[in-house]
């Protein structure tokens, strides 16, 4: 009996995992989404995105990141883990989004399709010199590190399919 019972927790924990794939240009036209519906996604990180800036000694403004030395200089760095969830905040343009993974005023990062990469929605920079970018976070450049050059968005499969709404058109009845 308590190997049936264990069975079936295990199995019931299976179930309920996330399925999460890469959200893709060719995923958003299959289901044909609005930008409203595009805003009700719950997105993911799929790797780890280190933001760092080096701090001169004058500078006291950090924004939630953490103080740390690196080759004797203060950096202020930002860790986004693999798995964080974000929200979309804004569409500049079509194939752009800007997700946010914390909460705070201009807290987002760039997304947008890269058809070398399977037309997934990657991170951004407005440069990119030896696998680091150069992004914008919070009103302030930071510099990445070369692996969150990888990083995309992914999205639950499973909570997208029930979220997809069924249509009939009623064939309407007459007296007979």
Same mark, same amino acid.
């Given at each position: 009996?308590?190997?049936?019972?264990?069975?079936?927790?295990? *199995?019931?924990?299976?179930?309920?995992?996330?399925?999460? =794939?890469?959200?893709?240009?060719?995923?958003?036209?299959?289901?044909?989404?609005?930008?409203? +519906?595009?805003?009700?996604?719950?997105?993911?990180?799929? !790797? @780890?995105?280190?933001?760092?800036?080096?701090?001169?000694?004058?500078?006291?403004?950090? =924004?939630?990141?953490?103080?740390?030395?690196? +080759?004797?200089?203060?950096?202020?760095?930002?860790?986004?883990?693999?798995?964080?969830?974000?929200?979309?905040?804004?569409?500049?343009?079509?194939?752009?989004?800007?997700?946010?993974?914390?909460?705070?005023? @201009?807290?987002?990062?760039?997304?947008?399709?890269?058809? %070398?990469?399977?037309?997934?929605?990657?991170?951004? *920079?407005?440069?990119?010199? %030896?696998?680091?970018?150069?992004? !914008?976070?919070?009103?302030?450049?930071? %510099?990445?590190?070369?692996?969150?050059?990888?990083? !995309?968005?992914?999205?639950?499969?499973?909570?997208?399919?029930?979220?997809?709404?069924?249509?009939?058109? *009623?064939?309407?009845?007459?007296?007979?």
């Amino acid at each position: 009996m308590k190997k049936l019972l264990l069975f079936f927790i295990v *199995a019931s924990g299976f179930y309920s995992c996330k399925t999460l =794939v890469p959200f893709t240009d060719s995923m958003k036209q299959r289901y044909n989404w609005t930008d409203e +519906q595009i805003r009700s996604i719950q997105f993911y990180v799929s !790797h @780890d995105i280190i933001l760092q800036r080096r701090l001169s000694n004058s500078s006291t403004e950090i =924004v939630q990141g953490k103080i740390k030395m690196k +080759q004797g200089k203060r950096v202020d760095e930002i860790l986004i883990r693999s798995g964080t969830p974000g929200v979309l905040t804004e569409i500049p343009r079509e194939n752009k989004m800007m997700v946010s993974f914390e909460m705070g005023d @201009d807290h987002s990062l760039s997304f947008g399709i890269n058809p %070398n990469m399977g037309d997934k929605f990657v991170l951004l *920079a407005s440069e990119w010199n %030896n696998g680091s970018g150069k992004v !914008h976070y919070s009103g302030l450049e930071y %510099n990445t590190d070369p692996d969150s050059r990888y990083a !995309h968005l992914l999205v639950n499969l499973r909570k997208i399919d029930k979220m997809q709404v069924r249509q009939r058109i *009623a064939g309407g009845r007459k007296i007979k």
